[in-house]
């Protein structure tokens, strides 16, 4: 999990993960949405100029006074938030089914 401000403005904001490696990966924040009474956030990898890149749906969720991205781990959830996604973003990106 980690920290987010759905308060401030993050649209294109960069956010760091640890990946179960260890490693630092950036992701870009290109969307926030809610839906069904939760929040949602779509991220790109920063570092990646392939075209071809998967998106990421994480779920924003409380833990005390913060925000946090937590992973999706149930796949009606995650299809219906991509689904939501690709409604949202269809104009901006061309999706691979």
Not at 33 to 54: H, I, Q, R, W
Not at 74 to 88: G, W, Y
Request: glycine share 6%; charged share 40%; aromatic share 12%.
């Amino acid at each position: 999990m980690n920290e987010f401000n759905l308060n401030e403005n993050n649209e294109g904001k960069i956010i760091p993960f640890v990946d179960e490696n260890g490693n630092k990966v950036n992701f870009e924040m290109i969307d926030a949405f809610k839906m069904e009474g939760s929040e949602y956030v779509a991220l790109l990898p920063a570092d990646d100029d392939d075209y071809d890149t998967e998106v990421f749906i994480m779920r924003i969720e409380k833990e005390g006074e913060d925000d946090v991205l937590v992973y999706i781990e149930d796949e009606d959830e995650l299809d219906d938030a991509f689904e939501m996604f690709k409604d949202r973003m269809g104009d901006e990106y061309d999706f691979l089914d």
